[in-house]
């Protein structure tokens, strides 16, 4: 499993003060590491060493039998595995991984993870904290997100999700796809894990679990969507259950709280166009026109009355009714305008431009101003005298 360095090529061993140097013994080359002054740091005991990738390591190999020269370091066994034993030094010339018992290695700089192969199972070992975090008993393993404990593995074709601080498989191999992981917040650096999406495919059926594996919602349901709030107050998911011809014609949303009690609603909607991102309220479609409803006491904010909306980023949606659009924040609070465009600048971002009072302005998506409302004309964002 060696993979190919160049794309993380960075410092050399030179730039450290190293360089690697070779010597060759009843015809087996071996390779070490000198100071630059010829001091021995690391002797010749390596059939490879590698230039120093990002993250300031370098693959070391072995073959598994001594006596294989260097040229047949990638030779591979009757059973197809690979004669090799894979490992990491650091640019200080010190070993993280002696290459004496993994097959191969592959190194992930921004996590400070390696997946170790024996054979053919993988696992994932931690430079951090210097042992295994994933066990080496699954045929494939993905690391998801930089700071985030979990990672898809893979047995005998099904999918599941093994969590590296609670040292468990929290969600079992049991799953035609690999899990989607839904976090707090994509931009937050100590973001966490809310739960998971499981889904198989033959009849088509999706659930969701919490981040610890607990089922929140059951594997009876055609689709599983999930908009979370921001804040650790309520997960607004919709879903879909196959009526008796397997149809996906019921349209239903729930909420998963602090307590993990799930609410479903006693309302069958059409279309769910999506939650708020501050405020557990939902556009909905029922008998052909939308509204805005409040999830936990399914009463509506507005009442269902518009043709279309579309909303943006959980913050705001434009509602259309005989063709006239409004603009509103998830509270149901609407902003007041002459005019609303829905627009796009040349590099394609979205915008709106508002008149009111015969001023123009321009507002993102989140509600804030990014041209303020004083220009007699209309104005792009970028474009304005």
Known sequence: MMISYNSFAQKTWEDYG?????????????MGIKKADGQIVVPPRYSVIMPLAKGGYAYVANPVDKKLTDNRINKQSDDGTLQIFMGLIDSTAKVAIEPTQYNGVA??????????????????????????EVPVEFDKINIYVKDLPAASVEKSKKFGIYNMDLHKLVVPCLFDESPSVQY?????????IIGYQVRNLNPLRSGYLDANGNVLIDMKFTAVYWEYSGTDFI?????NIPDKNNNYTMNYFSHYFKTNAIKISTQQYKQIGGFGADIPNALVNINGKWGLINCITEKFVIEPQFDSVKYHYRKSFVAYKNNKPSLYDFSGKEMIFDIIKECKTKDDK????????????????????????????EVIPGDQM
């Open 107 to 132: 190194y992930f700089p921004n996590d400070n993870l390696v997946i170790v192969v024996k054979g053919d199972k993988r696992g994932i070992y931690s430079l951090s904290t210097k042992r295994i």
């Open 350 to 377: 979205e915008y709106l431009s508002v008149c009111k009072n015969r001023r123009w302005g321009c507002l993102d998506y989140k509600l804030n101003y990014i041209i303020p409302l004083e220009y007699d004309r």
């Open 235 to 239: 997960l607004g998911v919709m879903f």
């Open 18 to 30: 190293f360089k690697l140097y070779s010597e060759t013994k009843d015809s087996i080359t071996l």
């Open 184 to 192: 707090d917040n994509w931009e937050k650096t100590d973001r966490k």
